[in-house]
């Protein structure tokens, strides 16, 4: 089983780029899934996308315009980038991992790991 640890700034500016990290360790095995998934505060969990084994990507259509998801499998890790945020952003940030593709899938025990998760602020 994988470990996962997500880092980046607490506090972000609106209109600025929102980019967090995860990075993995333990369980060497290269085929997992990789995804980003967020929860602001009084409101249920958000899938915003997941980044396969193979580079794929696959992205939530409501924020499809403003994430990228990119691994650097040099380093273990993998990235999330969310453009031009505003205070709707700011939530804990959870990066995950599975061995299925998980499109949309918000529920913690369809994943094999899941972060401490990691909370972001938007604001001036």
């Known amino acids: 089983q994988v470990q996962l640890q997500e880092s980046g700034p607490g506090l972000v500016k609106p209109w600025e780029t929102l980019s967090l990290t995860c990075t993995v360790s333990?369980?060497?095995?290269?085929?997992?899934?990789w995804a980003w998934i967020r929860q602001p505060p009084g409101k249920d969990l958000e899938w915003m996308g997941v980044i396969s084994y193979t580079g794929s990507t696959y992205y939530n259509p409501s924020l499809k315009f403003r994430t990228s998801i990119a691994r650097d499998t040099s380093k273990n890790q993998f990235t999330l980038q969310l453009l031009s945020v505003t205070p709707e952003d700011t939530a804990v940030y959870y990066c995950a991992a599975s061995k299925t593709l998980l499109l949309g899938a918000t529920t913690r025990n369809l994943y094999d790991s899941w972060g401490q998760g990691t909370q972001v602020t938007v604001s001036s």
């Open positions: 333990g369980d060497s095995t290269p085929f997992y899934y």
